[in-house]
C-alpha cells in the first residue's frame, strides 16, 4: 500500500511538472515571415512561447534597444500576449519592399495586471528577386507603440505610415 501511495504521488508530482513544462510548447509554434502581418504574428507567438531570442531575431540590423538581456528582462514578468493587426500597408522603395503594420497588443502580466500598447511596426524585404544567398526575409525594422486605455479592438490605429 505504501509503494502505491508514493508512485501515485510520485507520478501526480511528473504530471504537474510536465503540464507546467508543455504550457508554452502546447501553443502552436509560428514561423511565419512572408508579409508584414505574419511576421508580426510570428513575433508574438515567440513571446507568447518565452521564445525570445527567436522573437529578437525578427528584428533587423536595428535591434531594440539595449540588446538581448534588456530584450528578454522586458518580457519577465509577462504571463502571455494577444496580438490585434489592423490594415497593413506596403510601399516600394530603392530595392525594398516596406509593411507599415498597425498593432494593438494585451499584455497579461504578473501579478494580475493587463497593459494595452498601440502602434506601428515597420517591416521590410529586399526585393526577393534581387536577393543573393542566404535569402533574407521579412524582418521588423522599428516598432513604435505605448500605453493606451480602452478595449483592444478599439486600440488598432486605423493606418500607419510606411516610411
Known amino acids: 500500500m505504501k509503494v502505491c ?15 507546467e ?12 515571415r512572408s508579409d508584414g502581418a505574419a ?18 531575431g525578427y528584428f533587423a540590423d536595428t535591434q531594440p534597444v539595449g540588446g538581448f538581456a534588456d530584450f528578454s528582462r ?3 514578468n509577462t504571463v502571455s500576449v494577444e496580438v490585434r493587426v ?3 500597408t506596403t510601399e516600394g ?9 498597425p498593432v494593438a497588443v494585451k499584455s497579461i502580466e504578473r501579478p494580475q495586471k493587463i497593459r494595452l500598447f498601440a502602434g506601428c511596426y515597420v517591416a521590410r524585404i529586399i526585393n526577393p528577386a534581387q536577393q543573393a544567398p542566404p535569402f533574407t526575409p521579412y524582418q521588423i525594422e522599428t ?8 478595449p483592444i479592438e478599439q486600440a488598432v490605429p486605423a493606418v500607419c505610415d510606411v516610411p
Do not use: M
Open 21 to 32: 513544462a508543455s504550457a508554452e510548447e502546447a501553443l502552436p509554434y509560428i514561423d511565419d
Open 143 to 150: 516598432a513604435r507603440l505605448k500605453e493606451v486605455e480602452g
Open 5 to 19: 501511495l508514493t508512485a501515485a504521488i510520485a507520478f501526480a508530482a511528473l504530471a504537474v511538472v510536465k503540464a
Open 74 to 76: 522586458g518580457y519577465a
Open 39 to 56: 511576421l508580426v504574428r510570428s513575433f508574438y507567438n515567440a513571446i507568447n512561447r518565452k521564445e525570445y531570442a527567436r522573437a529578437y
Open 86 to 88: 489592423g490594415k497593413v
Open 93 to 101: 522603395a530603392a530595392g525594398s519592399v516596406y509593411a507599415a503594420i
